[in-house]
């Protein structure tokens, strides 16, 4: 409960968005899923965003935290030198360890947007902006 107040304390809704580019995809794809509520809010999102920036299926990479292991990091690191790939991290919350892996990937030099949803993490490879990092929350 502590994790979730601190992340809202920090994160941001439309509001104050300087990146046009984070600003599109929160107004018009990540509000607007979190304003329906869906079950499967993830697949959702992963859906939406894909369907939005028009993203080939094979170009997202979707990783569980739950089950990533530090030997996986490499080959995610190879899937990052691809600049038109978008990469989702599901369960960035589920251990102190799962959170640390979130943060040295959204560190690399590859992850030009960071997204933090709480419950899940998006980052894009995209060289459109300089590299930055967004806690976004439900309006």
């Excluded at 530090?70 to 959170?99: G, T, V, W």
């Excluded at 590859?110 to 709480?118: G, K, R």
Aim: charged share 20%.
């Amino acid at each position: 409960m502590f994790q979730r107040f601190a992340f809202n304390w920090k994160a941001q809704t439309a509001h104050g968005l300087h990146s046009p580019f984070v600003f599109d995809l929160y107004t018009q794809v990540i509000d607007p899923v979190y304003q329906q509520n869906p079950s499967d809010i993830q697949e959702a999102m992963i859906h939406g965003i894909g369907k939005h920036l028009k993203i080939a299926a094979g170009k997202i990479q979707v990783i569980d935290f739950k089950i990533l292991r530090d030997q996986d990091i490499p080959s995610i690191e190879a899937f990052m030198q691809e600049k038109d790939h978008l990469l989702f991290c599901l369960n960035i919350r589920y251990s102190d360890e799962s959170l640390q892996k979130w943060s040295l990937i959204a560190a690399m030099p590859q992850a030009i947007h960071s997204i933090e949803l709480f419950e899940m993490g998006i980052i894009s490879l995209n060289t459109i902006a300089p590299k930055q990092h967004f806690f976004l929350k439900k309006s």
